[in-house]
């Protein structure tokens, strides 16, 4: 008898008496999968199970197993049963004794409460188990030993985040699945946004922190400042495209405020905004990023000595155009470093 889940990843639901491979550790055999309390069992779904192996295999209760149809994994299960005998399907009484079968192992009912409200923290699990909070981080501690629950960090206490392996093998696959999609869609970009990132995950924000810190401890991963990327991701470019941006850089290289504003596709620049090499002051215009901090500096100590200072005042601070003087205060409001009051900045 076995408590059974198939994957998310499935592309369609699991009949009763479906043919599958069974596989425990390094021993695996062919087997049919008889369900207990339903006809099938869609993506994402779990239920009670007999599998009928047509080979022996050296189980204990506890262990858990995963199932393939010809070269897919389509699930896995937990043993809690290796004495049964062929049990009625649908029949109430059945259900009824795997269940309490079931929360009678410790560590089964633990992995089996969390999966079913992962991520979750240890004091809400302690609630769920109805143990104390002492002996069921000692309970949690064993679980992490034997390979049944992954800690979303090192030391555990009851504010500790959790998943169960399972459920931190599929967060992972997806997050580098992601990842892979977006450098093909976008093999000019350095990486994703780490907003647009958490997105995509579709996890709860008290839990999207501890998540990608873990996922960015594998090395699988990486942060730099506002995105995320694959390891060892960089975009790829022509040496056309690389000569562009060498020409570009050059121009804005030589003056903070070049008369004529070279061109770069946008493209190539937010190649640039990526590596923190330039900022764009709106659409037409670019600077070099140690240019704008100089630049940001002289305006913001100013303003600490005058209160304020206007268009003409920074046109004529920075000996630039007004165009160009106009492009940094707007960016500079929109980094909520200065407010625009009538025809005056000030300092938030």
Same mark, same amino acid.
């Given at each position: ?6 994957? =998310?990843?499935? #592309? ?24 207990? =309390? ?7 779904? @779990?239920?009670?199970?007999?599998? +009928? ?17 010809? *070269?897919?994994?389509? %699930? %896995? ?11 009625r399907?649908?029949?109430?009484a059945?259900i ?5 079968? !079931? ?14 409200v ?7 699990? $302690? &609630? ?11 309970? !949690? ?5 034997? %390979? ?6 090192? #030391? ?11 459920? +931190? ?7 580098? $699945? !992601? ?6 869609? =976008?093999?000019?970009?350095? %990486?994703?946004?780490?907003e ?5 995950? #579709? ?9 990608? =810190? ?7 991963? @990486? ?10 991701h ?28 070279? $061109? ?27 240019y ?17 200072? /206007?268009? /003409?005042?920074? &046109?004529?601070?920075?000996?630039? /155009? ?20 009538? *025809?005056? &900045?000030?300092?938030?």
């Amino acid at each position: 008898d076995a408590k059974v889940k198939i994957l =998310n990843s499935v #592309a369609r639901p699991v009949r009763h008496n479906f043919p599958i491979t069974v596989h425990v550790y390094s021993a695996e055999t062919t087997a049919r999968l008889r369900l207990l =309390n339903q006809d099938f069992l869609k993506p994402g779904q @779990e239920g009670w199970a007999q599998l +009928w192996l047509d080979e022996h295999l050296p189980l204990v209760r506890g262990d858990r197993f995963i199932f393939r149809s010809t *070269d897919q994994t389509i %699930g %896995g299960g937990v043993i809690v049963d290796l004495d049964s005998k062929k049990h009625r399907r649908k029949d109430p009484a059945v259900i009824d004794y795997l269940d309490a079968l !079931i929360q009678e192992d410790p560590l089964v009912k633990l992995e089996t409460t969390l999966e079913s409200v992962q991520p979750s923290d240890v004091k809400s699990i $302690s &609630r769920l188990i109805n143990l104390p909070l002492v002996e069921t981080i000692a309970l !949690i501690e064993k679980a992490v030993s034997v %390979g049944f629950i992954f800690p979303l960090g090192n #030391a555990i206490d009851e504010s500790s985040d959790l998943l169960t392996v399972r459920g +931190w093998r599929e967060i992972s696959n997806k997050a580098i $699945s !992601i990842l892979t999609d977006f450098h093909k869609e =976008n093999p000019l970009k350095l %990486g994703m946004s780490l907003e647009e990132f958490r997105k995509r995950l #579709a996890l709860k924000e008290r839990f999207a922190q501890s998540v990608l =810190n873990a996922l960015l401890k594998t090395g699988d991963i @990486e942060e730099d400042g506002h995105i995320v990327r694959l390891e060892n991701h960089s975009p790829i470019l022509t040496v056309n495209q690389q000569s562009q941006i060498d020409d570009f850089l050059a121009i804005l290289s030589e003056t903070p405020f070049p008369t004529d504003q070279p $061109s770069l596709p946008v493209d190539l620049q937010m190649i640039l905004v990526d590596r923190g090499e330039i900022i764009r002051l709106g659409s037409n215009m670019a600077i070099k990023t140690n240019y704008y901090k100089m630049i940001q500096s002289k305006i913001i100590n100013r303003v600490k000595s005058e209160g304020q200072i /206007s268009l /003409s005042d920074t &046109r004529d601070l920075l000996g630039t /155009s007004r165009k160009y003087a106009q492009s940094i205060l707007e960016h500079m409001d929109d980094e909520k470093i200065t407010r625009r009051v009538g *025809d005056i &900045r000030i300092l938030l």
